[in-house]
């Protein structure tokens, strides 16, 4: 356990210097104390844990509504393929919810809502067109399992958490750079 608390605090301590370089203009305006430096991992842990027991419960709540056929004014239904656009869709909406919130915390100083939902969704958006991509690539043209075997699972978690950390590095660039827009920070305010 103290292992994995290092390892993850380690690897947001390397995040949160990658975010100060993205937003270098916000660190020359605002600064963060080292002690929140130091908590923030564990608190985004903390509401990234109670987030996915809401995104959890959410989704059972469907599943457990939807199990069997409506009947409606002596037609009945079947809301299979409902179900799973729902689920897609509020999968997809949790995950645009935990990148907004991310990019919120992470950056020094306060970041307007709509800038880092702005962040949430490209994100997001990249991350659907990225598993999609990866999905094809590893059942379509991949030969991992025969050349990794047993740890075709390890090498498939690895490349996955590569391409999300890079894709969270553009979505915090996409909003530094409509940050600099901003007369705030320099910009001509999008004229």
């Known amino acids: 356990?103290?292992?994995?608390?290092?390892?993850?605090?380690?690897?947001?301590?390397?995040?949160?210097?990658?975010?100060?370089?993205?937003?270098?203009h916000r660190h020359a305006v605002h600064n963060r104390h080292a002690l929140i430096s130091l908590l923030l991992p564990y608190l985004y842990m903390l509401l990234l844990g109670f987030g996915l027991l809401a995104v959890t419960l959410l989704i059972g709540v469907p599943q457990t509504l939807m199990a069997g056929n409506i009947h409606l004014f002596g037609w009945e239904w079947s809301p299979g393929n409902l179900k799973i656009t729902l689920l897609y869709l509020l999968g997809l909406l949790s995950q645009i919810g935990v990148l907004t919130l991310f990019y919120m915390l992470m950056p020094v100083g306060r970041l307007p809502f709509r800038d880092a939902l702005v962040g949430g969704i490209v994100a997001a958006l990249?991350?659907?067109?990225?598993?999609?991509?990866?999905?094809?690539?590893?059942?379509?043209?991949?030969?991992?399992?025969?050349?990794y075997g047993s740890l075709t699972g390890v090498i498939i978690a690895l490349l996955s958490l590569e391409a999300a950390s890079l894709i969270i590095l553009l979505g915090a660039q996409v909003i530094?750079?409509?940050?600099?827009?901003?007369?705030?920070?320099?910009?001509?305010?999008g004229a």
């Open 176 to 189: 530094a750079e409509y940050e600099l827009l901003s007369p705030e920070f320099g910009g001509d305010g």
């Open 126 to 147: 990249l991350w659907e067109g990225v598993r999609y991509g990866l999905l094809w690539y590893f059942t379509n043209l991949s030969l991992v399992n025969v050349v």
């Open 1 to 24: 356990m103290l292992t994995l608390l290092f390892f993850s605090s380690l690897a947001f301590a390397i995040l949160e210097n990658a975010m100060t370089i993205i937003f270098a």
